[in-house]
Structures are given as structure tokens and as C-alpha cells.
């Protein structure tokens, strides 16, 4: 254990812990738009700096181990002076756009620029002029809004390991981009949208073609009805109506999420879906009740197992059902039909 | 009483006479946006925003404040209005500052929310652009004359209280501003701090002093109260943060005489665990105050 002071208060922490963690176990809340828990520590965005006694120069709390006899100051005036010049620097190569911007109100730029109240750059320097990429069918990269944080880099290759984006170019003209600087549609990125989540601010944003503000929804905790993980997820509700879709950083998926997941929510409110079974009469298929549909399905299956046998019957299940399920079905056709043609759709 | 028959975006709909086109769309559930207006108190028409297309009218009108009449025709989306309302907000936009990013009034500001729903974005131009300095000389009021559009809501709100009328249009054509009592500040003017302009501000022109810089619109839960200081019990808001009060704001004024500075602070006494310290005018300055000075308890208390 390692005994160090935090704007004056004693706090005993385990060994290798970083001042970021330190501060929050005494609910001191420190800036930071490169930090993830999950990933590995990377310093980038320098928001993060405290002030450590006897250091040479501010140190960034996320990945600065706490040592013995440390004394911090994590919003000192020099801290806070610092904050504001990178607040400075990151938002005078930053369009003014929050006025219509979809990110406005969940932006970890802007909160940081509310709370330490600046307003702009004031440099007058060189501005980023990239096109917006939106070949991805399901979100857009401006790469005019990056910070360069590097969390959907680091997403993409330390926890979805898809290694389809990374660091392009180097100095100003650096930028999120996959190699050669083709489009989205023409890397190895298979759509998970784990960059989409993580972005602090609005270069990556999703595609929605509802228009909706950042404080109009309402969030929704659920669990994601695709396959039997069970990852857990926030629909973005406006009004009565599923807008988005956001992992929640808990067990099974830690904040992750696949492109199903993440995107596949418009079924939903799609026209096309179906909302009662069908059942065929004289050619054509007309509506029924559940209570009809399942008769049928029970009189077909005894029908056929009495005039062909149990083995001319097979089940093939479905990966969008719990292992649970699964277990039942698979005793459904093993005990009760009595065969073992059994199958699942995840062994394709 | 006589009903009309009127056309609204292709549906239907009989309204008594003397209904505006704004009322009978609301009556539908179509929203029209509003800058200026505000019943009974702003009938002016002036901010265009509402502008609809009525069939056989030689322009569009402004629904606010245009009746409807017998057998009208009425589009409130269609393309030659979407164009005029994107060019109503292009030139407010022209000369407002580009201060979404930390306006305390964003998230709940009309002109950002029509920005929004028109898709209409700040502008580079080259031409002039209002300079005002930003008024605090009053502890309960901001006034930055940059962010006022002139929709002339708080000057006619202001005009109802009797012998005020603090607020009010000076200068003409690009120099026009509201200026409190001949081009004063609002610290040196006679305004009582009564709030009710910043109640009906649609942008960040006019806002709580108090109120600010303390967390943004979406991160405040807002609960509604009355106040309990006279029998007229005008709407206050308490603005949370995870589930704390962090500060009140007045809301809406109710019948009579309505809100006041004492309304105000007694609802941010009440609520408010971390208050700040009153001020009250003395000769013409702002100064600290004891909270049983600004709310009249001295003799009570002194008799208790």
C-alpha cells in the first residue's frame, strides 16, 4: 500500500494505482478525454494533468503511478491554467458548431470548456479542412471534430482487435484514418461501432435518420435481444420512438457492443414487421392469434411423426435465444418427439 | 358562436372566428415555431418565424397574429416556407454569437432549437456584426444585448408591470437594441429585479444571474413550485443536480402584480441549501445583505 496526499486530504492506495484512480476513490473528479479503464494508459490529451509536489513538470494522472509520501494538487492554478490551454489548443482547430451539432450536449469538449470557461482559440491559426467520410452505411467520420484522443483507435485494436483504423500522417496533418486513406467502406471494418461509442466528441457519430437532441431522449437500461450474451445497452428513446442505441460499460460486454447491437434497432418501428403470426388459408396468408398458430404447429408435428416417424422431424434453433431456451428446445425434440435431429443456427 | 372551416396541411378543421392560424395548427398538432410571440403579452408578429403560406395571399403570413377566416388554405412546412424561415435564421444568426458551446442558455434556447430544425448553420460574412458590452450590473439580471434577436418579448413584458416599463426599443434600423431607461444600465435603472424579462427571454439575451454558470440546462433535473410569499403564487423552477438544489429561477408570473425579487429570493432561500448572499440597492448601488433585510423580517426577528 502507498500513502499519498490529494488536495490535502490522506488517501492509502494500492501499489501501481494511478493518481486518476487515487483521486477518484476520494470522489475527486479529474478531466479526461483519452482515458478509458479498459484500455491500456495513453496520456495523449493532457487534459488529465495534476500538479505533483517536487515534480519538474505537470504530470498526466492517468498514467502516473502514485508513490509514497506523493503530494497532488489536481486544480491548483497552474493546473487549471494548463487545462484552459489545452481546452484553447483543441478548440481553435475545432468548428464552432454546436448550435447544430448532434454530439451538443453529450460532448466531453464541451462540458470541459463550460466548466473551465473557454470560449475559443484565440490563435487565428490553421484550420482542419477534411471531407466528411460517410461511405460506413451505419456512422459518419468528421475528422474535423477529432481531438486525436485515439480511443476508437485503441478500441478498434486492443478490444474489438479489428486493426482497421489507426494514426494517419504525422504532426498537424495527423488524423483517424485506415490505411492508404481510402474510405470506411473499403477497410476491414466490420461495423461493431465501438468507435462510435467511445468518441468524446462528434467525429464519430452514428446515422439516425431521426433528428433529435442530446437532452430530448430518454435513456432506457435493456438487455440486447440479438444472441445469448446478453450484452447490456441504453436505448435512446425520443418521444415513443427508439432513436440509438449505447453499450453500458458493465459484465457480459464492458461497453461493447456488435454492429446488430449497436445499429440493428429499426426493426423496431419498421412497417414490414411482423407483429402476429400468419397462417396459410386456401393460398393466402392471413393473420391469426398466437393460441391458433401453435395448435397448428402441435397438430403438423404429432400428424407427421404418427404417419412418418419421429426421425422425419428436425428442430433448428436460433441464436437469438438463451442457452436456456436452447437446453428446452433441444429437450422438446430429444424427449417429447423423441429424435435427435437437432441443430442450431450458430454451428453455420 | 361562428365556427370556420379552414384547411390546415391538407386536413380539415372548423375553428371559431378570431382564431389565429397559430391557434388552429396547435389545435392539430402542428407545431409552428414562435420567437416573438407570447399570448396576450407579445401580438406583434415581428420575428417571421411563423410565416405559413395561405392559399391566394400575395406573401406568407405571420400565423401568430393573422385570423383565420372561412374556407382558408393553409401550408405550414411547405418549401417556399421552410426557405423563408432558413433565411429568417440565417440573418438572426448573422449578427448572434457563436457561443453554443458554453451559453448558459443552450439546450433550452428557441433560436438554437429552430437552428436545429432547419439545419441552419453560423456563417463566415463579412458584414458588421453588433459590439455591445454585456450589462452585469444588476446582481439578478445578465443582459448581453449581442444575443437579443428583438423579438420585443421583455419589453412588453416589462411595460405590464405598473409605473415600470424599464425596458424598451432604442435607436433604429441596425443600431436597434432594448435599452433600460434612456440607454441606461439595468443597475443604474429604475428596474426592480422583478424577472420577468428573463422569464420570457427565447435566447440568452436576458438571464438569471444566479442561475449561472453552475451546469448546463440538460444536466439539471427542473421541478416546478409556486411561491408562498403573496396570494398571487407565481411559478418558480428549482434547477437540481443529482437530486440537490443548485438554484431557483422565476418561471411565470401569475395574476395581478406578478413575480418579484422577493418572491425570487425567498424561493432560493427556501430550496436552496447554498443560497448566495442578497444584495439590495442603497443609494443607487448594490450592496450585500443580511437575508432578513431583503425580506423584510428586521422587525420580527426583532421582536422575537
Not at chain 1, 479542412?129 to 485494436?157: A, E, H, Q
Not at chain 1, 433448428?316 to 442457452?323: E, G, P, Q, V
Request: neutral net charge.
Amino acid at each position: 500500500m502507498v500513502n499519498l496526499t490529494i488536495n490535502g486530504k490522506p488517501v492509502q492506495v494500492e501499489d501501481n494505482t494511478t493518481i486518476l484512480q487515487a483521486a477518484e476513490s476520494l470522489g475527486i473528479e479529474i478531466p479526461t478525454f483519452c482515458y478509458d479503464k479498459r484500455l491500456i494508459g495513453h496520456g495523449a490529451c493532457r487534459i488529465c494533468v495534476v500538479e505533483v509536489k517536487g515534480a519538474r513538470a505537470l504530470q498526466t494522472a492517468c498514467t502516473v503511478p502514485v508513490a509514497e509520501g506523493m503530494v497532488v494538487e489536481t486544480h491548483s492554478p497552474s493546473v487549471i491554467e494548463a487545462r484552459k490551454e489545452t481546452l484553447k489548443l483543441m478548440i481553435e482547430n475545432h468548428p464552432l458548431d454546436c448550435l447544430t451539432c448532434e454530439k451538443s450536449g453529450n460532448c466531453k469538449l464541451q462540458d470541459y470548456c463550460y466548466e473551465y470557461d473557454v470560449k475559443e482559440g484565440g490563435y487565428n491559426g490553421e484550420k482542419k479542412n477534411y471531407p466528411i467520410d460517410d461511405s460506413n452505411p451505419f456512422f459518419t467520420l468528421d475528422r474535423n471534430k477529432c481531438i486525436m484522443c485515439g480511443k476508437c483507435i485503441r478500441v478498434d485494436n486492443e478490444l474489438q482487435c479489428t486493426g482497421a483504423i489507426n494514426y494517419n500522417e504525422r504532426g498537424f496533418d495527423t488524423h483517424v484514418g485506415i490505411p492508404y486513406d481510402r474510405d470506411f467502406e473499403q477497410s476491414t471494418c466490420v461495423s461493431c461501432g465501438n468507435c462510435v461509442s467511445v468518441c468524446p466528441v462528434g467525429a464519430l457519430m452514428p446515422k439516425h435518420p431521426e433528428k433529435f437532441r442530446a437532452w430530448e431522449i430518454k435513456r432506457v437500461k435493456t438487455t440486447c435481444p440479438y444472441c445469448g450474451v446478453g450484452c447490456q445497452m441504453e436505448l435512446l428513446v425520443k418521444g415513443n420512438k427508439v432513436v440509438g442505441v449505447e453499450p453500458v460499460n458493465v459484465d457480459p460486454n464492458n461497453g461493447l457492443l456488435c454492429v446488430k447491437g449497436k445499429f440493428g434497432y429499426r426493426f423496431i418501428d419498421h412497417p414490414d414487421r411482423l407483429k402476429t403470426p400468419y397462417i396459410r388459408k386456401n393460398g393466402e396468408l392471413v393473420e391469426a392469434t398466437w393460441d391458433e398458430a401453435y395448435q397448428l404447429i402441435a397438430d403438423k408435428i404429432l400428424e407427421t411423426k404418427e404417419k412418418y416417424g419421429p426421425n422425419s422431424l428436425g428442430g433448428f434453433s436460433s441464436a437469438r435465444c438463451t442457452n436456456e431456451e436452447n437446453y428446452l428446445f433441444q429437450k422438446l425434440f430429444r424427449a417429447v418427439i423423441g429424435t435427435n435431429n437437432i441443430d442450431h443456427c450458430a454451428r453455420l | 358562436m361562428k365556427m370556420l372551416n379552414v384547411t390546415i396541411n391538407g386536413t380539415v378543421t372548423q375553428v371559431p372566428e378570431g382564431t389565429t392560424i397559430m391557434e388552429a395548427a396547435a389545435q392539430l398538432g402542428i407545431d409552428i415555431p414562435a420567437l416573438c410571440y407570447l399570448k396576450d403579452v407579445n401580438e406583434v408578429g415581428a420575428c417571421r418565424i411563423c410565416v405559413v403560406e395561405v392559399k391566394g395571399a400575395r406573401t406568407l403570413q405571420a400565423s401568430c397574429v393573422l385570423p383565420v377566416s372561412e374556407g382558408m388554405e393553409i401550408q405550414t412546412e411547405s418549401p417556399s416556407v421552410v426557405t423563408a424561415r432558413k433565411e429568417i435564421l440565417k440573418l438572426i444568426l448573422a449578427n448572434h454569437p457563436n457561443d453554443c458551446l458554453t451559453c448558459n442558455k443552450a439546450g433550452e434556447c428557441k433560436l438554437q432549437e429552430y437552428a436545429y430544425r432547419y439545419d441552419v448553420k453560423f456563417e463566415e460574412h463579412q458584414g458588421a456584426r453588433k459590439n455591445l458590452g454585456i450589462d452585469t450590473s444588476n446582481p439578478y439580471i445578465y443582459r448581453d444585448n449581442n444575443k437579443c434577436i428583438l423579438c420585443g418579448r421583455c419589453v412588453n413584458m416589462c411595460a405590464k408591470v405598473p409605473e415600470r416599463a424599464v425596458l424598451a426599443f432604442g435607436n433604429r434600423g441596425f443600431e436597434t437594441t432594448v435599452v433600460a431607461d434612456n440607454n441606461k444600465t439595468m443597475g443604474e435603472s429604475n428596474c426592480v429585479s422583478c424577472a420577468r424579462c428573463i422569464s420570457v427571454c427565447p435566447v440568452g439575451a436576458l438571464m438569471d444571474s444566479r442561475a449561472m454558470n453552475i451546469a448546463r440546462s440538460w444536466e439539471l433535473q427542473k421541478e416546478d413550485v409556486k411561491c408562498a410569499v403573496c396570494e398571487h403564487g407565481c411559478d418558480f423552477q428549482l434547477l437540481k443536480r443529482n437530486g440537490k438544489v443548485v438554484a431557483v429561477r422565476a418561471l411565470a408570473a401569475g395574476e395581478g402584480r406578478p413575480l418579484c425579487l422577493k418572491g425570487r429570493l425567498t424561493v432560493d432561500l427556501t430550496y436552496n441549501d447554498n443560497p448566495k448572499t442578497p444584495l439590495v440597492k442603497k443609494d443607487g448601488e448594490f450592496v450585500e445583505a443580511t437575508w432578513a433585510e431583503v425580506l423584510g423580517l428586521d422587525k420580527i426577528l426583532g421582536k422575537i
